[in-house]
């Protein structure tokens, strides 16, 4: 007797249907899988038979054999326990044989039977859509994910005698609905309002938001600059639908989310012990990287000059196209990694360069040593450079309090609706402008050309540099409501460019 039933796997950041035919025939008891399987799908085995008998349901004593197909998609995960126990069932005669038409089925077991996390449910409804499959039978914690994509009924399914009572008609699982704390704004932890001082800084941070530009601020330890950089998600407009589905998705099928979507944007904070795969993604199934993982967020560097160069070389691709590629045998995959880039560090190993409270004990060649670490094409491809000094300790314990994020996000999502309305497109931001655009988009006043025809000859500033500086310009003119950029404007995105640009 053969079952069949619709299940499905997880390949970078989309998932592909699988086949699961399970045939039982005369022989030595016993259960064989097929098809590519992984360990954790080799285990199934042994998780299924458990369940199976801790639930109720005998196993049959006959030689059991498991296809998954296609054969030539590597298989993952322990998703395909749930289809394999009910395929079971099936070609026993203990539910109907068309219990499962038109569904997709997935979801770990537990030794007791009970249905368990499994990730990618979001790709897996996307997928669902894709091929016209109507239904989804699902682990219940993770429901939700699914009820991002429209037009699809979810069954949360908890356990094994759940779903058999359901196939049976002896009672139904009633579909998922979406709650609305689902789609709710954050609560950020950090806020603007916690920062004493720093006014410079936080203005440089807006700009980043405002515009979608890269920052990074240089300072002593203990200014602020890690405090600073995680007010960041704070002032970014919230997201919008087609965003959080993207984000919502990547987090999916990453295994990343836990009975619920992304309603905050990404903050990443990678140790600079990351390594090259887990910053950029990739690995035999591949799977997303931190830069998938900020994608429409922020990619924090915290000490940028400790990562490795190989490192800081990954990055490259991704922060001038927003996407990353990776070469596999079966074709190249492409992952989205558009993310705002915040970097810090400090003037010097010990620190302490351009502090006035303490001396700095580098020697001149160890401070060469370390500003090299991190020059040149990186560095080029930061807008927005930023001294962070050390706020007075009676700035630090004054009563003051600074004006919360929420003002600085109203302004942020002002300018970004005026660079929506230029570039037609929502989610194109000044930042995000090739030299193309630049000239069909940006206009500049003769007076403003020749103060920047004077910049770029005074301080030999590079074509790159000079495309930047015309880009946070325009930012800056849209958060003051400014068609036109001004000569003070201009001046102010030149004090962002790093000082070895000027002398
Ligand atoms: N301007 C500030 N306002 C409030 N707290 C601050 C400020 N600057 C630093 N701090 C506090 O001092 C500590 C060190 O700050 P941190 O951001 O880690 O510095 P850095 O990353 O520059 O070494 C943190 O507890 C932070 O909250
Ligand atoms: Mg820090
Ligand atoms: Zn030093």
Same mark, same amino acid.
């Given at each position: ?80 326990? /749930? =289809? +394999? &126990? $009910? ?14 038409? #038109? @569904? !997709? ?16 449910? /979001? =790709? +897996? &409804? $996307? ?14 914690? #993770? @429901? !939700? ?19 058999? &009572? ?338």
């Amino acid at each position: 007797m053969l079952a069949v039933l619709t299940s499905a796997t997880v390949y970078g950041l989309n998932a592909i249907p699988v086949i699961v035919e399970v045939d039982l025939a005369h022989g030595l008891p016993g259960m064989t899988i097929v098809g590519l399987p992984d360990k954790a799908v080799e285990e199934a085995k042994e998780r299924v038979r458990s369940a199976l008998t801790n639930s109720g349901f005998p196993m049959p004593a006959r030689r059991i054999t498991i296809n998954l197909a296609p054969a030539d998609v590597k298989k993952e995960g322990a998703g395909f326990d /749930l =289809p +394999i &126990a $009910l395929g079971i069932l099936i070609a026993q005669g203990i539910i109907p044989k068309d219990s499962f038409k #038109d @569904s !997709i089925v997935i979801g770990e077991l537990a030794l007791t039977g009970e249905v368990r996390h499994i990730p990618g449910v /979001l =790709p +897996i &409804a $996307l997928a669902a859509h894709t091929h016209s499959i109507t239904h989804l039978f699902v682990p219940a914690c #993770d @429901s !939700i994910e699914a009820l991002l994509v429209k037009k699809i009924v979810v069954f949360p399914v908890t356990d094994i005698r759940g779903i058999v &009572a359901h196939a049976n008609n002896e009672e139904q699982i009633t579909p998922a609905s979406l709650p609305k704390s689902a789609l709710q704004e954050p609560a950020y932890e950090h806020d603007f309002a916690y920062v004493r001082g720093q006014e410079h800084a936080k203005r440089a941070l807006e700009i980043a938001a405002a515009g979608g530009h890269n920052i990074i601020f240089s300072g002593p330890p203990g200014s602020g600059k890690t405090l600073l950089a995680r007010c960041l998600p704070s002032i970014l407009p919230p997201m919008g639908d087609e965003e959080r589905l993207q984000v919502s998705t990547i987090y999916s099928a990453a295994g990343l989310l836990q009975g619920g979507l992304m309603s905050e944007r990404p903050f990443r904070s990678p140790h600079h012990t990351t390594s090259s795969v887990a910053l950029v993604g990739g690995g035999s199934i591949p799977k997303p990287g931190e830069v998938t993982l900020a994608h429409h967020g922020v990619l924090f560097m915290d000490e940028l000059p400790e990562f490795p160069r190989s490192a800081l070389e990954a990055l490259r691709q991704p922060l001038e196209d927003g996407v990353v590629t990776i070469a596999r045998a079966q074709g190249t995959l492409r992952f989205p990694a558009r993310f705002t880039l915040v970097a810090a560090q400090n003037p010097c190993p010990c620190g302490y360069a351009t502090d006035t409270t303490r001396p700095c004990i580098c020697t001149p060649h160890q401070i060469l040593q370390y500003k090299k670490k991190t020059s040149g094409p990186l560095l080029d491809r930061i807008d927005l450079h930023v001294e962070v000094p050390r706020v007075p300790s009676e700035t630090l314990a004054g009563e003051n309090v600074a004006p919360p994020s929420s003002e600085a996000r109203k302004r942020v999502i002002a300018a970004r609706k005026k660079q929506e309305k230029r570039y037609k497109k929502s989610s194109l931001t000044n930042a995000a402008l090739g030299a193309r655009h630049i000239k069909t988009y940006i206009h500049l006043s003769d007076d403003v050309q020749l103060l920047l025809k004077q910049a770029v000859d005074h301080h030999g500033l590079s074509a790159r540099a000079y495309h930047r500086v015309i880009k946070v310009s325009r930012t800056i003119a849209d958060l003051e409501g400014s068609q036109e950029i001004t000569s003070t404007h201009l001046g102010e995105a030149l004090q962002y460019r790093p000082v070895k640009d000027m002398y």
